[in-house]
């Protein structure tokens, strides 16, 4: 296991350190191979990490930014991570990178997951960033426990995107249709950070680490996968970020 927890005392310290190593695998990238490309999720933890990222004086012109999973709505509905990442990382220095939305005009997310793998593949890879986040029922991505499509996404093998069906609960909301990143899609993966707020998601974290299936807590795939290096930026309180 190549799992890496580090711990900061606040929110600001954790996105100051995790920036600077973004930016230094970015940089290194587009130095080494001419492009460089990064995979971000939604949700509130990461906002002021992106916007931090924002500001970075790279060449975003040569950096493909990719959603790691979205809910199916449109760009400009409540719950679109697309908007998220427009509003909080896809601007000032940023806003010329070569962006990657999941949501499509189909009318489903397994009607589209074949057409966005494909589209994919024009991003290059393997991804030298990749910014995850968990909640308090061990999900990462839109991997959600017990979900119809689950064990596809979670294929080392198998397509770069992939249809996923959740469960409701209080965690996914009216939000059950998903498209996902899949476990191949993060082969080869240079930086895998998963941002962990407050103590709960802490609590979450290590029971994920004990025995389980990971159906139940698909955060499991990530933290048992020995070809996977995951750091864990972990802080304390939410109020403290």
Request: aromatic share 4%; glycine share 8%; charged share 20%.
């Amino acid at each position: 296991m190549t799992l890496a927890i580090r711990d900061f005392a606040s929110g600001a310290q954790a996105d100051i350190a995790l920036a600077g190593e973004i930016e230094q695998a970015l940089r290194t990238a587009l130095r080494t191979r001419g492009r460089a490309s990064m995979a971000v999720s939604g949700g509130s933890t990461p906002q002021r990490l992106y916007q931090r990222i924002s500001r970075l004086q790279l060449d975003w012109s040569r950096v493909s930014v990719v959603l790691a999973d979205e809910r199916w709505v449109d760009p400009g509905i409540a719950g679109s991570n697309e908007t998220f990442i427009r509003e909080n990382l896809l601007q000032g220095e940023a806003a010329t990178a070569r962006f990657y939305g999941l949501k499509t005009a189909d009318p489903s997310p397994r009607d589209a997951a074949q057409t966005v793998s494909r589209k994919l593949l024009n991003c290059p890879l393997p991804f030298d960033v990749v910014v995850l986040g968990m909640g308090n029922d061990g999900h990462t991505l839109s991997w959600f426990p017990d979900a119809t499509g689950l064990e596809a996404a979670l294929e080392r093998d198998g397509p770069l995107a992939a249809a996923i069906t959740a469960r409701p609960s209080a965690v996914t909301g009216p939000h059950t249709e998903r498209l996902t990143l899949t476990r191949a899609a993060l082969e080869q993966a240079n930086l895998v950070a998963l941002l962990i707020h407050g103590e709960q998601k802490r609590a979450v974290l290590e029971h994920a680490r004990a025995p389980g299936p990971v159906s139940a807590m698909p955060i499991r795939a990530l933290i048992r996968d020995t070809a996977l290096k995951l750091c864990v930026y972990s802080v304390p309180s939410p109020e403290k970020a």
